[in-house]
Structure formats: structure tokens, C-alpha cells
């Protein structure tokens, strides 16, 4: 099997342990580079640690082992405790999932889990402290960034779907809960103490100036920020073809739509409001990307990976 096809988010649906996803992401993922990405690295030498099975032997301080007969890695500055976290939005609408044929058939919500499941992984395999935090209009579960927590940020996960498959869709007119990403993000900035690599997931279905205001809450604690912004492809190309009532899926309202008169105004809205997102995030010298969620998870993981480079570089 190729490592596109173990990216493929259909694929990835049919595994059913959430670690054994982002294990399988991970290695398909490094085993389709032509070499294995060195992160992190620094001229900056830090300590010697014992070398672990899996450690690449390029590391190895030969000299040392020439002296002590044991095997040692060379650890540099910017390998060592970088806090990595992951802000995982589980608002409604991040529930939507297009047409349930064909590759790609997940939706947001599980597309974002993948991600944040499989950075989380690496970022533990690179020893980094992680940790995630889930939020709708306010925090839903928090896991502090710690050495040890993989299992509890992949724990924490599992149960935002389990959660996600047990809340019933809002009936028309019935919700008055306002998700923005302003509330939560404030929240969340208290408890990021020491500068961290901050990763959002979110559909970011908001004004493009409320987007950055909810952003600098995280930022303007020298945080490298970095926002995935999760699209299913049905949202992005609107291919309806019959007319039907289109549902709000936060507020449960109800609209009634003749797909083929609006196809070219709606994608041209939300052509504007992607382009506008990049625009802003890049003038605010934030990393951010657009994924349609029927896509392989590898352009998210270089994205990642090339924040991670700055990021490292910066300390």
C-alpha cells in the first residue's frame, strides 16, 4: 500500500484505534519523503540522552561510545521541551459531512481528529510536551501539555466523538448559543504559561476580523500559531443539484434553496472569504492553510512541519 493511500482519510476511517491511526499516518507519512525529516535541529549542543530502538543512528555520538561502550544521542537545543498543543473546535458545524460515497467520505470533525491525533503522536515521538484542548462557545475538555500525555490526548479524543455522535441536531429556532472563537481562545491563553507551537482546527466560520481578534488572545503570549482551516469538499464546490431546505447546523434554522441559482454566488462568498482569511493570517505572519477534508492528510503534516522548522529556529 502506498503512502498516499495510508493518508487517505477514507482509509483511515476504516481503523478503528485512534493510536494505531496516528502511528499509521505518521510512518506512511515519513516513509513517502525521500528522507527522513530532521526537525528541530540546532547547532546548539544540549546533552547526551541514551540511545532508544527506533532513534536515528545518524545521532549517535560515536566518539562517546568509542570512550563508554554505550550508545548515546546527541540532543540539541531546540529538540528539547517544546510544548505543542492542539485547540480542536467541536462546534456544530464542525459535524457536517458531505456526500457518504466515494474517498473522503469523513467529515470535519473526524478529518480534525486525524490531524490533531497524528501531530500529537509526532510531536510525543519528538518529545515534545503535548497537550489539546476541545472548545464549542466555551472550553468542552482540557488535557495540559505534558511529556506524558499522549494517551490522554488520544483518551480525550475518542470521547469528542463518541460526544459528537450523541448530540442531537439543534431544532429550528431553538439555539441561542453564540460559537465564536473569541471566548474560548481567551480561556485558553491563561493556561499557556510557556511558549508554545499552538495549532488551531476549526471551520472558521466567522468574520475574517473576528478570526484574528479571537487569534491574538493565543499570539500575544509569543506563541507560534498555526491554523488549519477545515472545509468538506461539498462546502467548497456546493454540487446540489435538487431543491431542498438547507439546515444552520448551530442554530437549527431552516432555508429553502434552488441550489442551481445560487451555485455561482455561493462559491464566489466563499472564495472571497478563504482568500480574505489567507490575506489577513499573512499579514498577520500566522501560518495558515485551507484542507478540503476529501484530501490525504499529507499537506497538513508538511505544513505543520515547516512551522515547526521556524518555530525551532526562533528559541
Partial sequence: MSAETLLDPSVLARIGNLELLARTV????????????????????????????????????????????????????????????????????????????????????????????????????????????????????????SAKHLRLVLHALERTTTRAEAVAAPEAGKSTRSFTLEEPLKKLSE???????????????????????????????????????????????????????????????KMPVIPEYLRTQYREVVATHTATLARRMQEQRLDYALFDTSKPLDKALFTYLLARERFSTAR
Avoid: C
Avoid at 234 to 241: A, R, S
Fill in 26 to 145: 505518521v510512518d506512511g507519512f515519513v516513509n513517502g519523503l525521500h528522507r527522513s525529516p530532521h526537525l528541530g535541529s540546532s547547532t546548539d549542543f544540549a546533552e547526551h540522552r541514551s540511545y532508544m530502538p527506533g532513534d536515528d543512528i545518524r545521532g549517535i555520538d560515536w566518539r562517546l561510545f568509542a570512550r563508554s561502550d554505550r550508545y548515546y544521542v546527541k540532543q540539541f537545543e531546540a529538540e528539547t521541551n517544546t510544548n505543542f498543543v492542539v485547540l480542536l473546535d467541536v462546534s456544530p458545524s464542525m459535524r457536517y459531512r458531505g456526500a457518504t460515497e466515494g474517498p473522503g467520505s469523513v467529515g470535519k470533525l473526524d478529518y480534525g481528529i486525524y490531524l490533531a491525533a497524528a501531530l500529537t503522536y509526532f510531536s510525543s515521538k519528538q518529545r515534545d510536551r503535548v497537550g489539546l484542548a476541545t472548545f464549542d462557545d466555551d472550553i468542552v475538555e482540557y488535557v495540559p501539555p
Fill in 191 to 253: 493556561s499557556l504559561r510557556r511558549r508554545s507551537i499552538v495549532l488551531l482546527i476549526s471551520d472558521l466560520y466567522e468574520e475574517p476580523d473576528a478570526v484574528i481578534s479571537a487569534l491574538a488572545n493565543v499570539r500575544g503570549r509569543g506563541n507560534d500559531v498555526i491554523i488549519f482551516h477545515l472545509l468538506d469538499r461539498t462546502e467548497l464546490d456546493f454540487p446540489f443539484l435538487d431543491a431542498t431546505n438547507f439546515v444552520d447546523l448551530e442554530t437549527g434554522e
